[in-house]
């Protein structure tokens, strides 16, 4: 079964200051991994994902995440927070065979001026 | 291109009643999935239609049906409404045979809200 865990729900980080928001998967198989970001009343937007190749993927807005195998993650990192950065992110895991986007529960992320 | 549109974007329907939502893909996706967020659940898969099929399903009652188009349009039907089933409804496109994308790329969602 697929599964994606978001340990934290919310992440509180100064403007200016790098920020993690942490995401682990567990799936049969090559994992395809991503990352949407939710404003507030807006559909999801999608930032990143990974498929094969560099384990450091980037995204829009300046974002980035990083692939661990070994540890099943893929954390999504900025090194210089915005406050326009604040919403709530979504990680997700699916096969590629069946289009079928698993999500976990969300991180809001709170960047303070 | 334009993106995924959904319709309507707010509904407000009471207990025992239907509903039905509509999402308009990408122009060439043939994938069409729909989720469901609330506040306790996050987001849910409900269903992914492709090529007029219904080729995955999530863990949802009955009452939760869906549709897809010959024109890759899709529709989302919930009958005998319960206060539960309020949430907003997103509609993902994905796959376009051109560029053999992978991402889903979502509408904006319909709010439902049952009273």
């Known amino acids: 079964a697929q599964s994606v865990a978001q340990p934290e729900d919310q992440v509180n980080v100064a403007e200016g200051n790098p920020l993690t928001v942490k995401c682990t998967y567990s799936?049969?198989?090559?994992?395809?991994l991503f990352w949407y970001v939710q404003y507030p009343n807006r559909g999801l937007q999608f930032l990143l994902k990974?498929?094969?190749?560099?384990?450091l993927v980037k995204g829009s807005y300046g974002f980035e995440a990083e692939f661990n195998k070994s540890q099943t993650s893929f954390h999504l990192k900025k090194p210089s927070a915005l406050v326009s950065d604040s919403a709530l992110y979504f990680c997700?895991?699916?096969?590629?065979?069946?289009?079928?986007?698993?999500f976990g529960t969300g991180t809001r992320l709170q960047v303070f001026p | 291109k334009a993106g995924v549109t959904q319709t309507p974007r707010y509904l407000i329907k009471t207990r025992g009643q239907q509903v039905t939502l509509s999402c308009s893909p990408i122009?060439?996706?043939?994938?069409v999935s729909w989720y469901q967020q609330t506040p306790g659940q996050g987001l849910q898969f409900l269903f992914e239609?492709?090529?007029?099929?219904?080729?995955n399903k999530g863990n949802f009652p009955g009452r939760f049906s869906g549709r897809q188009f010959s024109n890759s349009r899709s529709e989302m039907n919930v009958s005998t409404l319960e206060l539960g089933d309020s949430a907003l409804y997103l509609c993902?496109?994905?796959?376009?045979?051109?560029?053999?994308?992978?991402?889903?790329?979502f509408g904006q969602g319909t709010r439902l809200t049952v009273v």
């Open positions: 993902a496109s994905s796959w376009d045979p051109g560029n053999m994308n992978t991402e889903a790329f």
């Open positions: 990974y498929i094969t190749g560099d384990n």
């Open positions: 239609y492709f090529s007029e099929t219904q080729r």
């Open positions: 799936v049969s198989g090559n994992p395809y």
């Open positions: 997700a895991v699916c096969r590629l065979d069946t289009d079928k986007l698993i």
């Open positions: 122009s060439g996706h043939r994938s």
